[in-house]
């Protein structure tokens, strides 16, 4: 087995030890809650489709479910086309996701608890290269080289 599908397999199983619910949202809503909280002033439907990697339709299925719980909110901007519809965090929204997020980290602590200060520095390190893309393209090398020994 290479080195990839090891770790893709390892973070299949890390990934359903942090589990799916987190306090009041499910993985799927806390990722979309996060989604519309980074846009601010509100964000349209389909970017945030486009950012999270599922249909319009999807999207707009998911924001069904987050306005009915009072989450979202969606709004048309006067200065645009008013086709397109825009999604903001209601006061509610930014609550539950809080919580989301105290239950997440708290479930991502447990499941790293067993690790030494030594690996948790490192983790956290090849965890960062990866989510900020230097060391794509380059090979598992590169992500795992020490910062003074990279080219």
Known sequence: M??????AQALDRWTEKVGRQFGPLSRGKRRMLLAVAAGSGGVRVSDLAARLDVTPA????????L?????VQ??????????????ALTPSGATALEAANRAFAESVRTTLAGLSAEDLGRLAALLQRLSSGSGEGRGLEALTRTPDHAS
């Open 74 to 87: 969606r709004f048309q901007r006067p200065d645009t086309d008013q086709r397109q519809v825009h999604v």
């Open 58 to 65: 999807g999207a707009t299925r998911m924001i069904d479910t």
């Open 2 to 7: 290479n080195e990839e599908v090891a770790i």
């Open 67 to 71: 306005e009915k719980l009072g989450y």
